[in-house]
């Protein structure tokens, strides 16, 4: 059962705990890193038969399989796909950055450039389900970004990729799709085999294997972040229906047993209330053994004298998922400031945001809201910038360049300004 608390009456240790790993995985992690990066494509055959259940004719999927797992499926569902990936095109154009230049001062120009980081990898988690909504939250911002190649990664049950998962790469825009999953994707990813490109960046979730492979190949490639288990705080008044907020914790709950499901509340009768219909909706769920083990572990419910210490709680949390569900919900959205994404309102449960509305489902997760964000174009695009002095500008200020250079005991710089002072200064 979920675990009921106020605010006050227990240490903060509980309040504010993370569901956590309970295994170290970095020596594996390391081993299968080294075996891609030596024997490529071989290793990556072994894992697939040891993991996946067997390896594919082919680590890539080719065009005509893309094609017909398209054909294969209910129209319907096509079209309800091509929905969520124009909404979330919608959504994500508008973070598309153009770069600027600026003239500060008389003969300096100044400016930034914004380009497309050209290869990018991104990793679909397929284990007990496969999740092409993720497919979409990946490829369709690298495709507005002008990433060259797009390559999605994702585990191969039995040498076949879900044909959802190979329908939304081909709808996203994907360029290749492998079918290769776990920390073998991304070892493949970041040093390159027969069949794998090398890539620049790495990018969407996966377990803990998965993480702890982004973790150390970082610096070799660029990662988005180190993904955890799922989070969902919702902040609820006397408003909000116990049994949809009990629904709405499950969302996330049924996740995986390291999810956490978190209620905070002013209403000591929602939060009692919540309490039973989670022991109700539980044994209803497919996922319920998933879902009884997460609620159980590191589901909690806490209560607070009023919803300004209830917003403060959910700050320190910083959780990946918030609601707010009150009487007047925008009112308190401006005073959240750590989360990774927030559902305003009784009628924008978190699947919204995971499916169709268009914000981006990718998030920073284990409190690191505090200083993460979203998944964003902004992650498919690197920046440089640019100077230029007219030789008057540098007559002007390369005194106090050089000054500066001095007093940092770096003379060779200075010397560098000084000797065209010298020479155009007379």
């Given at each position: 059962m979920i675990k009921l608390m106020t605010l006050g009456q227990v240490p903060d240790s509980e309040i504010f705990a993370?569901?956590?790993?309970?295994?170290?995985?970095?020596?594996?992690?390391?081993?299968?890193?080294?075996?891609?990066?030596e024997r490529g494509d071989a290793a990556l055959r072994e894992y697939c038969d040891k993991f996946d259940g067997g390896a594919p004719e082919s680590l890539e999927a080719a065009a005509e399989e893309i094609d017909g797992a398209v054909a294969s499926l209910d129209?319907?569902?096509?079209?309800?796909?091509?929905s969520a990936a124009a909404n979330i095109a919608d959504f994500h154009e508008k973070q598309l950055r153009r770069g600027y230049t600026t003239n500060p001062r008389p003969g300096v120009t100044l400016g930034q450039r914004v380009h497309p980081i050209e290869k990018v990898g991104i990793y679909v988690p397929g284990g007990t389900a496969p999740l092409f909504s993720s497919v979409l939250m990946g490829v369709v911002p690298a495709k507005i970004a002008g990433c060259r190649e797009i390559a999605v990664v994702t585990p191969a049950k039995g040498g076949a990729v879900a044909p959802e998962i190979l329908a939304a790469a081909k709808i996203g825009g994907a360029d290749r799709v492998f079918k290769i999953g776990g920390a073998q994707a991304v070892a493949a990813l970041a040093y390159g085999t027969e069949s794998v490109p090398r890539v620049d960046k790495i990018l969407g979730p996966g377990n803990a294997y998965v993480a702890e492979a982004k973790r150390q190949v970082f610096g070799k490639v660029a990662i988005d972040m180190i993904a955890g288990p799922s989070e969902i705080l919702i902040l609820a008044d006397k408003t909000a229906d116990p049994e949809f907020v009990a629904a709405d914790l499950l969302s996330q709950a049924e996740h995986d047993k390291n999810a956490s499901a978190v209620l905070v509340t002013d209403c000591v009768e929602l939060a009692?209330?919540?309490?039973?219909?989670?022991?109700?909706?539980?044994?209803?769920?497919?996922?319920?053994?998933?879902?009884?083990?997460?609620?159980?572990r590191n589901g909690r419910i806490i209560v607070t004298d009023?919803?300004?210490?209830?917003?403060?709680?959910?700050?320190?949390?910083?959780?990946?998922?918030?609601?707010?569900?009150?009487?007047?919900?925008?009112?308190?959205?401006?005073?959240?400031?750590?989360?990774?994404?927030?559902?305003?309102?009784?009628?924008?449960?978190?699947?919204?945001?995971?499916?169709?509305?268009?914000?981006?489902h990718t998030l920073p997760t284990g409190g690191t809201a505090r200083f993460s964000s979203p998944l964003s174009v902004d992650d498919f695009v690197k920046k440089s910038q640019y100077l230029f002095?007219?030789?008057?500008?540098?007559?002007?200020?390369?005194?106090?360049?050089?000054?500066?250079?001095?007093r940092e005991g770096l003379d060779g710089h200075a010397g560098s300004v000084e000797r065209r002072l010298e020479r155009w200064g007379k």
């Open positions: 993370r569901a956590q790993e309970t295994w170290d995985v970095s020596a594996p992690v390391a081993e299968i890193l080294k075996n891609v990066r129209p319907e569902f096509i079209r309800v796909m091509r009692s209330a919540v309490r039973d219909e989670l022991e109700r909706q539980i044994p209803l769920l497919p996922r319920r053994e998933i879902a009884r083990a997460s609620v159980d009023d919803l300004g210490k209830a917003i403060d709680v959910a700050n320190r949390i910083a959780p990946e998922h918030m609601e707010i569900y009150t009487e007047n919900p925008m009112a308190y959205l401006e005073k959240v400031t750590n989360a990774g994404s927030v559902f305003v309102g009784g009628a924008t449960p978190e699947p919204v945001g995971d499916y169709y509305a268009g914000c981006n002095y007219e030789p008057s500008a540098l007559l002007r200020e390369g005194a106090d360049i050089a000054y500066f250079a001095h």
